[in-house]
């Protein structure tokens, strides 16, 4: 023996809830499974966890209230549950995917992250992530990647920098973006007190982000679980759900919003990973 003791651990009941489901489904895209932890990072705390039956073990910087609040173990997945709509695909999306929880995460990082989304599968958008993290990111203790770059020290950046991670097009948005929330012109603070709609055209204002790219953020950053984002496999769900009809992106976004209810924006991440996982479609 070596007389090390091992990191010290902490216990939070997690009912309902389903760990690797949840990291996996993507709504986030840095986490990564180690020795039995999921390691990542909160903003700029490093936290690794575990699932053991209905409990988390955990070890890090977080709390216990910072574990929990992150992984929204407050949602009242009954009543959730319970507004999903009654036909066969989106009852076979809630008892598929049992337990994901639509997290709280960092606005500007999440915002970042989505605009780097456009046009890329989520293998590709965690392999932009990591890359920014890794040239601009500031080191966090015990984590093996950085902490996601402020808008401040990414406006100080270029986009030939950017574009070295492999960005393309998508470079330009991010770094004008970044210039935007670091002198004042859109203040993410802000947005948490506005109407959601009010918050989605502040959200659009910026480069590079669409009503999908701001209801992403919306839900995933704001807590607005109304929010719906309508990507290429919702837009073929609900398609399909429509009966194959043709609509454009407007009506669709509509339409979704009106058939999934009131918990829409969770209804759609579970719709969204299990049609991805299963390779599957509404049958009408």
């Given at each position: 023996?070596?007389?090390?003791a091992p990191?010290?651990?902490s216990?939070?009941?997690?009912?309902?809830?389903?760990?690797?489901?949840?990291?996996?489904s993507?709504?986030?895209?840095?986490?990564?499974?180690?020795?039995?932890?999921?390691?990542?990072?909160?903003?700029?705390?490093?936290?690794?966890?575990?699932?053991d039956?209905?409990?988390?073990?955990?070890?890090?910087?977080?709390?216990a209230?910072?574990?929990?609040?992150y992984?929204?173990?407050?949602?009242?997945?009954?009543?959730?549950?319970?507004?999903?709509?009654?036909?066969a695909?989106?009852?076979?999306a809630?008892?598929a995917?049992?337990?994901?929880?639509?997290?709280?995460?960092?606005?500007?990082?999440?915002?970042?992250?989505?605009?780097?989304?456009?046009?890329?599968?989520?293998?590709?958008?965690?392999?932009?992530?990591?890359?920014?993290?890794?040239?601009?990111?500031?080191?966090?203790s015990?984590?093996?990647i950085?902490?996601?770059?402020?808008p401040?020290?990414?406006a100080?950046?270029?986009e030939a920098?950017?574009?070295e991670?492999s960005?393309?097009?998508?470079?330009?948005?991010?770094?004008?973006?970044?210039?935007?929330?670091?002198?004042?012109?859109?203040?993410?603070?802000?947005l948490?007190?506005?109407?959601t709609?009010?918050?989605?055209t502040?959200?659009?204002?910026?480069?590079?982000?669409g009503v999908?790219?701001?209801?992403?953020?919306?839900?995933?950053?704001?807590?607005?679980?109304?929010?719906?984002?309508?990507?290429?496999w919702?837009?073929?769900?609900?398609?399909?759900?429509?009966?194959?009809?043709?609509?454009?992106?407007?009506?669709?976004?509509r339409?979704?919003?009106?058939?999934?209810?009131p918990?829409?924006?969770?209804?759609?991440?579970?719709?969204?990973?299990?049609?991805?996982?299963?390779k599957t479609?509404?049958?009408?």
């Amino acid at each position: 023996m070596n007389g090390t003791a091992p990191p010290s651990v902490s216990i939070l009941d997690a009912p309902d809830f389903n760990l690797p489901l949840t990291l996996t489904s993507g709504q986030v895209f840095h986490w990564s499974e180690v020795a039995g932890y999921w390691e990542g990072l909160v903003g700029d705390k490093y936290c690794a966890v575990r699932q053991d039956g209905q409990h988390l073990v955990f070890r890090g910087s977080l709390s216990a209230a910072e574990v929990a609040n992150y992984f929204a173990l407050d949602h009242a997945m009954d009543e959730i549950s319970a507004s999903f709509p009654d036909d066969a695909f989106s009852q076979a999306a809630l008892r598929a995917c049992t337990g994901l929880r639509v997290i709280r995460q960092p606005e500007w990082e999440c915002l970042a992250t989505f605009i780097t989304s456009a046009m890329k599968q989520v293998a590709h958008i965690r392999q932009m992530s990591l890359a920014i993290r890794s040239r601009f990111g500031m080191p966090v203790s015990q984590s093996a990647i950085n902490a996601y770059p402020s808008p401040a020290r990414l406006a100080l950046t270029d986009e030939a920098a950017l574009r070295e991670c492999s960005l393309g097009f998508r470079a330009k948005n991010l770094l004008g973006a970044a210039r935007s929330i670091d002198d004042g012109t859109i203040d993410l603070l802000a947005l948490r007190s506005m109407k959601t709609a009010d918050a989605r055209t502040a959200l659009c204002s910026l480069p590079g982000v669409g009503v999908k790219v701001a209801n992403c953020v919306l839900l995933f950053a704001y807590e607005r679980l109304d929010a719906v984002p309508v990507d290429v496999w919702i837009n073929r769900i609900m398609r399909a759900m429509r009966g194959g009809r043709p609509a454009t992106a407007a009506q669709l976004q509509r339409y979704s919003e009106r058939h999934l209810g009131p918990y829409a924006g969770y209804v759609q991440q579970y719709l969204f990973h299990h049609a991805r996982v299963s390779k599957t479609l509404p049958q009408r």
